[in-house]
């Protein structure tokens, strides 16, 4: 079973923030937290992952909360291009990965 | 340009047919995988490749046979297959196999079993 839990479905307005969240309350202290997302026909595309401190890069921002037990990916200003499944994973040292259904991200021209 | 390239996009195939899947990373990378995803389903983790050794496999039935000559290329032989099998394959790379190494995903062959 998925370690990680999110919403089935989410929806934004284009041009404006989108904060997706994800429930790991399991999550051990070597387990990295991923985001990926994946538009229709295509393999899974690398947003952002984090350890402890939040992060931040061209595509996205990583919220982690002080107890790690949850998260938040925000993307700053939805396009259209950002309507995907976005998945939010554990992964640890050994790499051993479990996705789950992921969050169905709809922008609203 | 993803970096990780598959072939063939789409494979059609009978339950009697032998094929292979292929994966090629242009990213220097040392660790591999396969994923499997069907309809409506998560992604399942199948084979994990770490400097061509496997390291992972996921209780895949033998029908399915990774093949690692080698930390640019991946190989999926199949054979024998069963309808319940028709999914999405996808193959990825990762600078190696710790828990902060980000995956970098092919587009996939979507497989089919008549």
């Known amino acids: 079973d998925a370690k990680t839990t999110q919403p089935n479905s989410m929806e934004s307005n284009e041009e404006e923030p989108v904060h997706l969240p994800c429930n790991h309350s399991?999550?051990?202290?070597?387990?990295?937290i991923h985001w990926y997302r994946q538009l229709p026909s295509q393999g899974p595309e690398y947003v952002i992952h984090?350890?402890?401190s939040n992060v931040n890069n061209r595509m996205a921002s990583l919220a982690i909360a002080e107890d790690r037990k949850s998260s938040t990916l925000i993307l700053h200003r939805a396009t259209l291009r950002d309507a995907a499944v976005y998945y939010c994973?554990?992964?640890?040292?050994?790499?051993?990965?479990?996705f789950g259904p992921g969050t169905s991200l709809s922008v609203i021209p | 340009e993803t970096g990780v390239t598959q072939t063939p996009r789409h494979l059609v195939m009978g339950m009697t047919n032998k094929k292979s899947l292929k994966c090629e990373q242009h990213?220097?990378?040392?660790?591999m995988y396969w994923y499997k995803q069907s309809a409506k389903k998560p992604l399942e983790l199948m084979f994990v490749?770490?400097?061509?050794?496997?390291?992972e496999n996921n209780s895949v039935p033998s029908r399915f046979s990774p093949e690692c000559p080698n930390s640019s290329h991946l190989f999926l032989h199949l054979h024998t297959l069963q309808p319940e099998d028709s999914a999405l394959y996808l193959c990825?790379?990762?600078?190696?196999?710790?828990?902060?190494?980000?995956?970098?995903f092919g587009d996939g062959t979507r497989l089919s079993i008549l």
């Open positions: 399991t999550i051990s202290g070597t387990d990295y």
């Open positions: 984090g350890l402890t």
């Open positions: 990213l220097g990378h040392n660790a």
């Open positions: 994973i554990l992964k640890t040292s050994y790499d051993k990965v479990i």
């Open positions: 990825a790379s990762s600078q190696d196999v710790g828990g902060g190494q980000p995956q970098h």
């Open positions: 490749y770490s400097l061509e050794e496997r390291v």
